[in-house]
């Protein structure tokens, strides 16, 4: 419906970067720019920076616009990346959503301002009009970006509705994390003709591509890019849904603050890098037994780089 | 018990405050530094920016930076600022810390990062261990914050035990702001003795001056400094506090989100001027509705700035 080129929402597989650090916690734009390009490599569409899998707000303005230069600087194409520019003052949103159009990334994901709780609909629509009013630029494509149990702060269906009315050409797509089917297939329901809606939960993957998600901001896409494109390309087989619903099993077994840790963890054992470890705190980095448990975990689930 | 005299944590009424806005919705450092020196004439300890009730993670490194420069630039004396320096970035809360030492300010509150929910102590301790560490100043007093309705993260008891062990004479402080009596009364028995412990809520100011706090970062005292610091300094007559119960429970009657633009409401309505409306989303400014029925609730309060 929506005839401008511009604004046309992505298709694939987008992993939900991991972040790996250096011993001082900074970026390690090596072991970062290698991730990319193998996923890049792989098959997927693009790669989501900065998100919530990637500890997106535990990083500055400076340090997320440089690890975008140097993905860059490495090869990876511009519009191959969605930068997720989400921060709890808005004025750091518009500098990292300035910074993405300038570098001619994809679009951006915006979560809203994230450290007041309970603020009314009214407050979240007044807070993506400043960003875009801000920004002013028709080449901006936004992607609203739901995950109510970590941001606690979660975008209703008015919201949704009021800005893709005020800015048709702008919204194009919502990145749907909470976790809950009924939550994507309702969303699905009301706006998949006007706004493209994708899931981050890889088992819900078949029930959206059939309502028309075209591709996922995946986490487990990480380590398994193709397997979770079989998932959205409707070619998947029983077997390797099952696979994907075990590996997700697995990790839904940890504390929810463990989650990240342990697909670091999962990084670290097929790299053989335990540099790839490393969070920044608040959260914790895997002890060795929870290590070694995870080794034991993953082989018996069978995740195979090469051919996932 | 703490001989250091640097360590020596603060004394009186410490307005946690409001941050005017301009109408672009950056900071008045104009009404700002106004506001802050009438304050300090009214015999405040200090001040506190950048809290919660200030909207501090509403705002930039940058914009924070500048706005304390302005207050020293005004002649508010550096020492008499407690800098609210939290950040969901730790590196964005160490540009903060550096700065505030640098400009000589009393002390920081600091939350711990607070994007990423449930964490466990050990992430919540490595936070202020990582800032503690690399700031690496033994000027530096810090000051634990604690607010879990509003950062969803909070501050156990093994968390700051934790920390006045590894930093005796860094930690001096700490900001319980859950407003919660029986929890501010079980902080006090546990910590007073080496951590001091303020409140928020005026309501509870007396039962913890009874217990050794000796002062408050309260958002009532950006319009009734005295009033609050009587509530301290235990010489509150039965009517003062039955008055600050009344604007209290006048607060308690709005939605939570709408507390601090009603407390910027009654700036406004104190000082005839609307620009104190102001908020940046995803707050929502008062309505004239709202502000109108405000101008009623206080005139019955009988809120006086000129006596209160």
Known sequence: LNTN???MPFVGIWPALLTPLKADLSIDHRRFCAHVLRLVEAGCGGVTPFGTTGEGPSFTVDERRAAVD???????????ILVSTSAAALPDVEALTRHALATGAHGCLMLPPFYLKGVPDEGVIDAYRYLIDRIADERLRLYLYHIPQVAAVGLSHHVIATLKRLYPHTIVGIKDSQCDRAHSVA??????????????????????A??????????????????????????ASAATAARVARVRDLLARLEPYALIPALKGIMALLDDDTGWLRV????VALEPGALAELRQSIGVVGIDRAQD
Chains 1, 2 share one sequence.
């Open 5 to 7: 080129p511009v604004a």
């Open 70 to 80: 140097a993905l860059v600087a490495a090869g990876v194409p511009a519009e191959r």
């Open 210 to 235: 059939r309502r028309g998600s075209t591709g996922a901001v995946s986490g487990l896409a990480n380590f398994m890019p193709r397997v979770v494109h079989a998932l959205v390309a409707e070619h």
């Open 280 to 283: 920044r705190p608040p959260l």
């Open 187 to 208: 969303l699905a329901d009301a706006f998949m003709r006007d706004v493209r809606v994708y899931v981050g939960f890889e088992p819900d993957l078949p029930e959206l």
